[in-house]
């Protein structure tokens, strides 16, 4: 199970966990503290995907066009639309003439998709529906992270669709509180589907910061991602204490 296909694992995510978001209590008996990622089944995974401390739903109002027929065509070609092969925007950008529309509410759901607890669900559920090899998995699902990793995955993908990952990474922000600071990512990279058309975009942030010093403390509270859609913003907040596992914090 390499990188690309647990890749394409997480490109799944949100396109099944949109469907129906479910509520779960949180209690001692949640999977990721009672028994191993190998022991979880559909239901398990469902809960983790769906209403786990990794996982936000978003609702955010539509400021921004749908995509046409013609972009569809476009994703399809097996371009990169929206970008350069200098990785600059081609596109107009989405503050251009897309400001002013105005639709239904859009849904997103937002990931900390390093977490070993997300990884170990793609995993587990690659190897009960894809005949992925267990060794595999466990290797995918404790390889150490060298940067936090969070996910963003929604119906209309349009506004990552028109702006390449270099203009995104310009676009949000992850604040860890009680700190004032804003951090920037790193870097973006997006996933694509078979038709080249964008379904997920992975914000990746360093652990450390400018000085050097950890980007999470024992005295951190809540990480608080925040990106811009047409008009509109995603903001997820997570609960840091919650984000355990059998092993501990899991970030």
């Avoid at 972009?71 to 097996?78: M, P």
């Avoid at 060298?146 to 119906?155: K, S, T």
């Avoid at 270099?166 to 920037?184: R, T």
Wanted: proline content about 5%; overall charge neutral.
């Amino acid at each position: 199970m390499n990188r690309q296909i647990m890749r394409s694992e997480v490109a799944a995510v949100g396109m099944v966990m949109l469907v129906g978001m479910a509520t779960f209590a949180g209690t001692s008996s949640n999977p990721w503290n009672s028994k191993g990622y190998q022991q979880w089944d559909d239901k398990d995974i469902t809960m983790i995907l769906k209403s786990s401390p990794w996982v936000r739903s978003v609702t955010v109002e539509q400021t921004w066009k749908p995509l046409s027929p013609a972009d569809a065509n476009n994703g399809s070609s097996g371009g990169t639309l929206g970008a350069s092969s200098h990785g600059a925007s081609v596109m107009p950008s989405e503050h251009d003439d897309d400001a002013t529309t105005r639709g239904a509410d859009e849904q997103f759901l937002v990931y900390w998709s390093s977490a070993r607890t997300v990884r170990g669900a793609l995993a587990q559920r690659a190897i009960l529906h894809a005949g992925s090899d267990a060794k595999q998995a466990e290797e995918y699902v404790s390889a150490p992270q060298a940067e936090y990793q969070v996910l963003i995955q929604g119906r209309d993908m349009a506004p990552f669709q028109r702006m390449d990952e270099k203009a995104y990474a310009g676009m949000a922000w992850l604040q860890v509180k009680p700190s004032k600071d804003k951090i920037a990512p790193t870097h973006v990279t997006y996933t694509r589907d078979a038709a080249n058309m964008v379904n997920g975009a992975i914000f990746f942030f360093a652990k450390t910061r400018a000085d050097g010093s950890p980007l999470f403390t024992p005295q951190s509270k809540t990480a608080d991602f925040s990106c811009k859609v047409g008009a509109s913003s995603i903001h997820a907040s997570f609960d840091i204490p919650k984000m355990q596992d059998q092993k501990g914090q899991d970030l």
